[in-house]
């Protein structure tokens, strides 16, 4: 075992980046990856950004946090990696944009 490790390095991880588009949940299309990433930073920072623009798209003036994250569930586009709370971050951006007037 401890063989296996020295040939294994941490620089040489990548990151994937997984998104489930929740329009064509449990369609073959449905899901996919959108990159490989040197950082966990990155991979994190491309998971908001597609989670931003998402939820961008559905929200739509004086939604509610629980509108939005309806809508988010049935037809937005989650993105997730190692060590990213997708939901989390959804939930944080709910509230945010419903806050918007």
């Known amino acids: 075992m401890r063989e296996f490790f020295k040939h294994f390095s941490m620089t040489e991880q ?4 997984h998104v489930t ?4 949940y449990m369609e073959e299309e449905g ?3 959108r990159g490989e ?3 966990r930073e ?10 931003d623009r998402s939820l961008e798209e559905l929200f739509s003036g004086g939604m509610s946090e629980e509108e939005l994250l309806k809508q988010f569930m049935m037809f937005g586009e989650e ?17 945010e ?5």
């Open 21 to 24: 588009d929740h329009a064509h």
């Open 42 to 51: 990155e991979a994190e920072q491309k998971c908001k950004e597609i989670i």
């Open 79 to 95: 993105a997730y990696c190692e060590g990213f709370e997708s939901m989390e971050y959804v939930k944080l951006k709910c509230r």
């Open 37 to 39: 990433f040197e950082s």
């Open 14 to 17: 990548k990151f994937i980046v």
């Open 97 to 101: 944009l419903s806050t918007k007037k």
């Open 31 to 33: 899901e996919y990856t």
